[in-house]
């Protein structure tokens, strides 16, 4: 099957930066940046130039020393905005700015309180302005997941004629269902004459946990880049989690889709993240939480021990993981706790093994998690 690439648009550092509590210094952002492009990410949104005097100089200095991915700094469809933007990036190689507006009813009539022929005269002229300052142009239409897919198109066809190399179509809101996202992605394709000149983008927020699932379903649809944070991280409940569009994008080929992410550093860039934002990962995050390769109920860690793709489609080196971990609980089964007492260099013949099991239910009864030093404790009972 033909395989076609997925550009991955990271943007910790801007949508993720925007968490409460998780704003980064430059020094911090610049470390964070170049272990996203090792980790293989096409695109770096690095911050929003004019929101700050910080945040200019974070994505100035990160233009400096990215070498192959793209950088790019975030701007409202305005003047001012977009040539700070390209100010900042100036040093970069593959510089990009990234402006936009909202397309949706309730934010031209809320946000902006005007009509839709001024959203898109607005956007024609931020574009133009942005292209006539830096070749590739991302444009995004801000709450696209509720605007009205008609104009929808008509605005994304006015933006490439006007230059734009990238349109983004954000479900700002977390609205959408997979299959609603979809068939905008599609939608526009088969509407917008112009839409072989540009590259549709999923940029998805979690309100509704659909982030993840809209994404791949955007890409389905035809989009061809993803944006993204580490541990999905962003506004609100959250952005599309990059490691899981990776994992996902790796283990279906059927879908046709690759990606240029080295899986082997998610799970480091994941704690590399959450400790430098202060950010704890949820333990049964997908991909990258403490619990995604750790097994606990007797079934699963009786069939785990006989073949561990019973119950794991993901092995762990594949993220970056040791192993997996077979945590003994009071829902723990006899082939798990004859394994961990071999880990510990005990050996127990079959009716050894019964007559600790039952030890064993009573201290797991006690406690929540059976650690080593209780099984040495049992184990030295029996051996003396
Ligand atoms: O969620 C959103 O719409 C955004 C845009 C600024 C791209 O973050
Ligand atoms: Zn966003």
């Known amino acids: 099957m033909a395989q076609d690439k997925v550009f991955i648009f990271d943007t910790t550092l801007r949508d993720g930066e925007q968490v ?13 940046a170049l272990e996203l492009e090792t980790l293989g990410v096409d695109i770096i949104e690095a911050g929003f130039p004019v929101s700050s005097p910080g945040d200019f100089a974070s994505v100035n200095e990160i233009s400096k020393v990215i070498k192959n991915a793209t950088v790019t700094g975030l701007t409202r469809a305005v003047q001012k905005d977009i040539e700070v933007a390209a100010e900042a990036l100036k040093p970069a190689v593959r510089p990009r700015i990234h402006t936009g507006i909202g397309s949706s009813d309730n934010h031209i009539k809320y946000k902006f309180n005007t009509t839709r022929e001024n959203i898109i005269e607005r956007a024609i002229a931020a574009v133009k302005l942005a292209r006539n300052l830096v070749p590739d142009v991302e444009f995004y239409a801000e709450d696209a997941g509720r605007a009205d897919l008609q104009f929808l198109a008509q ?71 993803i944006e993204c944070t580490i541990n999905g991280i962003g506004e609100r409940a959250g952005n599309t989690s990059l490691e899981e569009v990776a994992m996902i994008i790796k283990k279906h080929p059927e879908l046709g889709l690759y990606t240029n992410i080295d899986t082997t550093r998610l799970l480091p860039m994941s704690r590399l993240v959450s400790d430098t934002m202060r950010m704890v990962v949820q333990p049964n995050k997908a991909v990258v939480g403490d619990n995604a390769f750790s097994h606990s109920s007797g079934i699963h860690q009786d069939g785990f021990l006989k073949e561990a793709t019973t119950y794991e489609i993901i092995a762990p080196e594949e993220v970056g993981a040791d192993t997996s971990k077979i945590v003994l609980t009071a829902r723990s089964g006899r082939s798990a706790l004859a394994y961990r007492f071999k880990n510990l260099g005990y050996e127990f013949d079959r009716n050894q093994v019964d007559e600790l099991y039952q030890q064993f239910l009573n201290v797991a009864d006690a406690k929540k998690e059976v650690q080593d030093s209780d099984l040495k404790e049992m184990a030295e009972k029996v051996s003396s």
């Open 20 to 32: 409460p509590g998780c704003k980064l210094n430059t020094e911090e952002k610049i470390k964070l």
């Open 155 to 225: 605005l994304t066809e006015a933006v490439i004629k006007a230059g734009a190399t990238v349109v983004n179509v954000p479900d700002t809101t977390g609205f959408c269902l997979p299959h609603q996202y979809q068939e905008k992605m599609q939608y526009l394709i088969n509407n917008v004459s112009n839409i072989d000149k540009a590259i549709l983008s999923c940029h998805c927020h979690n309100d509704l946990g659909l982030a993840t699932a809209n994404s791949i379903a955007g890409a389905i649809g035809g989009a061809r880049q």
